[in-house]
């Protein structure tokens, strides 16, 4: 199907279903003993007990196997600031994806304030119901401020998946890309076009796992030291990439590169600068839903790798790979944060989940039973 037909295909399905998710009981309610035990009065022993032992709540409770999926609808998909009913439909399917890729119960919550302070605040309030916090689509800079205080203030975990789930599926591709067209990674240069809250994270895995040069790209063009109006976050880009301080526009910034990973809006690099790239260039165009390139414009212009982040075309490189297998891992090791090295373990395990690299199949698919409990367990190794 074409991009229009997906898009009346998903308008009607969503109508026909009127929400991807449902609240049901894990036991038959048929009997006035059952009615006793799980409501009134059998219930108040249950709280009295809790009101004293506050910290075994999620062995009695949802608490313990529920996730929050939350969204200022901010920054939504490649959409950009469309509001909180317009990022509803994509937490849902956040919360369908945990339920089903990882037995994990999960609910969408979106906010109307995208104030910082309100955002901080709120979740606090809500989280005794969760056993851990997933951060979506909130734009940066607010992104990063927003989980650092929920990660000092909880004892749960709270993960930018956009960030951090992002970084590790990219990361993973691209262990299997170079494969594919033998190149090591220190020797690479890669540019990364978008420095929100995914390009943030992505360059900075990437350079902790040692590749050979990076250049960060944003809507103004090339990060270098000293440039205008860089927030900190930005700054800290420009202190660990371009050593060589390059100037310029993405056009620049793409001569001889091995790699370009595009975390930005669809149609934003041409088949122009694509051949610019040193031979057997990869090409991650990972907008949603439309990528930053067609991978049969990226092709025709020599890529001998290309992914995006859809699911229509080979080589889906997107979060829903990682944060199924991560907020479970997180739960089960009763982490609230990562860092770079569980990152890093848990892209390899993802990145062995394919055997035999190929063009057309660098990363393993959202529905390989084996990725999940993969993650899990590299998750766990780093936490015994």
């Known amino acids: 199907m074409n991009n229009n037909q997906y898009s009346q295909k998903a308008l009607e399905e969503h109508k026909k279903l009127s929400g991807k998710i449902q609240i049901t009981s894990t036991t038959r309610l048929t009997t006035t003993e059952q009615l006793s035990t799980y409501y009134t009065p059998g219930v ?7 009101a004293k032992h506050p910290k075994e709540v999620k062995d009695y409770t949802i608490a313990g196997n529920t996730v929050a999926v939350i969204s200022d609808g901010s920054a939504v998909l490649g959409l950009g600031n469309v509001g909180p009913e317009a990022a509803l439909p994509v937490m ?4 369908m994806l945990f339920s089903e890729l990882a037995n994990l119960n999960a609910f969408p919550i979106v906010l109307r304030s995208q104030n910082t302070d309100e955002i901080i605040n709120t979740i606090i309030n809500i989280a005794p119901v969760f056993a851990a916090i997933n951060l979506e689509d909130i734009a940066a800079p607010a992104c990063f401020e927003i989980e650092k205080s929920l990660q000092s203030k909880l004892t749960i975990p709270v993960v930018h998946d956009d960030q951090h789930a992002t970084a590790i599926a990219v990361l993973a ?9 033998n190149k090591q990674a220190n020797k690479i240069k890669i540019v990364i076009f978008g420095a929100g809250a995914a390009g943030n994270a992505v360059t900075k895995l990437l350079v902790t796992y040692g590749v050979g040069e990076i250049i960060a790209v944003d809507s103004k063009g090339i990060i270098y030291k000293g440039r205008d109006n860089l927030d900190i976050y930005k700054t800290e880009l420009a202190n660990i990439t371009n050593s060589k301080n ?5 056009e620049d910034a793409i001569v001889n590169a091995d790699v370009v990973i595009g975390l930005t809006t669809g149609g934003n690099i041409s088949p122009g600068e694509i051949k610019k790239m040193n031979s057997d260039p990869i090409v991650f165009a990972l907008a949603n839903p439309v990528p930053e390139i067609m991978p049969e414009d990226a092709l025709g212009a020599g890529a001998a790798v290309v992914a995006t982040g859809r699911s229509d075309f080979p080589n889906q490189i997107n979060n829903v790979l990682v944060f199924p297998g991560l907020f479970k891992g997180l739960i089960a090791s009763q982490q609230n944060s990562m860092n770079e090295t569980i990152k890093i373990t848990t892209a390899q395990a993802l990145a062995d989940c394919v055997t035999k690299p190929s063009a057309k199949n660098i990363i393993p698919s959202v529905f390989d039973k084996h990725v999940v409990s993969a993650i899990v367990t590299a998750i766990g190794s780093k936490h015994k």
């Open 92 to 95: 849902e399917g956040k919360a």
């Open 44 to 50: 108040g022993a249950v709280s009295s007990y809790l």
């Open 246 to 250: 390059t100037k310029g526009s993405l």
């Open 173 to 181: 591709g691209l262990i299997n890309a170079l494969k594919v067209v």
